[in-house]
């Protein structure tokens, strides 16, 4: 059974940080890149982060360049969202989500964890 289980989320100062992880199980985790989306409420979902299936390789909307850092642990079928110097603005669900893309498409989604940044 495939799960993708996100924790770390909850409420923030701005200026606060927190770091989301999203644990992996059912399928080969090394085989699939790895990306963290957000929907704010009346909002689009939209593409955070992304990493390749080995690490070696990021890249992150303009809005949190700088700010956020993605990465993985393929031993422990982990990735990891670091989320520094929030805003408001980053309020939001953040899902995780596993996509293979070589020949067939194979995709898998968690099912998100609220992140609230607010004083």
């Known amino acids: 059974q495939v799960q993708l289980v996100e924790s770390g989320g909850g409420l923030v100062q701005p200026g606060g940080s927190l770091r989301l992880s999203c644990a992996a199980s059912?399928?080969?985790?090394?085989?699939?890149?790895m990306r963290w989306y957000r929907q704010a409420p009346g909002k689009k979902r939209e593409l955070v982060a992304h990493?390749?299936?080995?690490?070696?390789?990021?890249d992150y909307a303009d809005s949190v360049k700088s700010r956020f850092t993605i990465s993985r642990d393929n031993a422990k079928n982990t990735v990891y969202l670091q989320m520094n110097s929030l805003k408001p603005d980053d309020t939001a669900v953040y899902y995780c989500?596993?996509?293979?893309?070589?020949?067939?498409?194979?995709?898998?989604w968690g099912q998100g964890t609220q992140v609230t940044v607010s004083s």
């Open positions: 990493i390749t299936e080995t690490g070696s390789t990021t």
């Open positions: 059912g399928f080969t985790f090394n085989n699939y890149r």
């Open positions: 989500n596993a996509i293979y893309t070589r020949g067939m498409i194979s995709e898998y």
